[in-house]
């Protein structure tokens, strides 16, 4: 049985797991739910073979992440405390993060599904399992945008099925009118971070993995400034449509740091907990319940 208890468990996957993990453990690990091939006293102590039936159909286990990072005590007790506060107004809804190419939806979304329990997943991963393990950039190239742009809907919508997941959307998903049908699903925070701060990291990555940002002259941090500057022209209407926005001008202001990009991926999720809390206490009318 699923743990959302709205599909069929196709996608079953067999694993080891050190006997030292309890069930709440792998519940959160893998945002499945599971069947035990052990008596529970069993479990303990000893290596177990555990089946694990995914609550989603197509998306394999691996590529849903859970790991842990370790943060200071006094950020993972904020982290933990804004966590709980939302969780049951959350109720195991999906967290959609989107936002720019760069705005660190990856980063900031891996430390939210950790404060959440939840597992994290990153669709663009997703896509390209989907595509003969194809990276993105290959994808454009070898079958075009709207290629992508297809495979992104299916994804969405499968993943849309899902609980419990924090999930790290494609920087262009936005644009399409059906992907907001599914992402409402679920609770949907942008990460609107000013353009220059994205053009700063995006010029110290490179822009190997990022196809929409290839072929501009110029420097590197001129050249991704240009093109995000027009990306964002495109799109910045539609980041708006999500449900909890999250300034990194405002954070940065508020902690009264230099700029956006004086700020940590833990402040940022720091403040994407509390925006989202915002959003469900309107949705519930001030947390009336
Ligand atoms: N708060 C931050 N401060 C500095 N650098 C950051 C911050 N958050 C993320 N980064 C860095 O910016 C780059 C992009 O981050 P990340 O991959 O999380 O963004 P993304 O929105 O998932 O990007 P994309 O949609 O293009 O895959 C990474 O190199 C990451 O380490
Ligand atoms: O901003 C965009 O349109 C994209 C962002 C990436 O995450 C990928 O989804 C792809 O490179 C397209």
Redesign the pocket.
């Known amino acids: 049985m699923c743990s959302s208890g709205v599909m069929d468990a196709k996608a079953v996957q067999t694993l080891n797991l050190p006997g030292l993990t309890r069930p709440e453990k792998l519940l959160t690990r893998t945002g499945c739910s599971f069947t035990r091939t052990t008596k529970p006293e069993k479990l303990r102590m000893t290596r177990r073979r555990m089946v694990l039936a995914c609550s989603y159909n197509n998306v394999p286990a691996s590529i849903l992440e859970s790991e842990g990072h370790k943060f200071p005590l006094e950020e993972e007790l904020i982290l933990k405390n804004r966590s709980q506060q939302i969780q049951p107004y959350l109720n195991g809804r999906c967290v959609y993060?989107v936002?720019?190419?760069?705005?660190?939806?990856?980063?900031?979304?891996k430390i939210m599904s950790q404060a959440l329990s939840y597992s994290f997943c990153?669709c663009?991963t997703l896509i390209e399992e989907e595509v003969d393990g194809h990276s993105v950039a290959d994808i454009f190239k070898l079958y075009g945008e709207s290629f992508f742009r297809d495979k992104e809907t299916e994804a969405l919508n499968k993943l849309s099925l899902m609980h419990k997941l924090v999930i790290?959307t494609?920087?262009g998903a936005v644009v399409r009118p059906i992907n907001w049908k599914y992402m409402h699903k679920g609770v949907s925070v942008w990460?609107d971070v000013p353009v220059e701060a994205l053009a700063k990291?995006?010029a110290?990555?490179g822009t190997g993995?990022?196809p929409l940002l290839h072929d501009e002259a110029g420097d590197a941090y001129t050249a991704a400034l240009m093109r995000l500057s027009a990306l964002f022209e495109e799109r910045g209407e539609f980041y708006a449509n999500a449900n909890a926005r999250v300034s990194l001008e405002n954070i940065a202001i508020k902690l009264g740091r230099r700029d956006a990009?004086d700020?940590?991926?833990t402040?940022?999720a720091i403040e994407a907990l509390e925006q989202i809390g915002n959003f469900l206490k309107a949705e519930d009318g001030g947390y009336a319940r």
């Open positions: 993060v936002g720019m190419m760069g705005s660190g939806k990856t980063t900031v979304g990153d663009d790290s494609g920087g990460l990291r995006i110290a990555v993995s990022r990009s700020l940590s991926p402040d940022i």
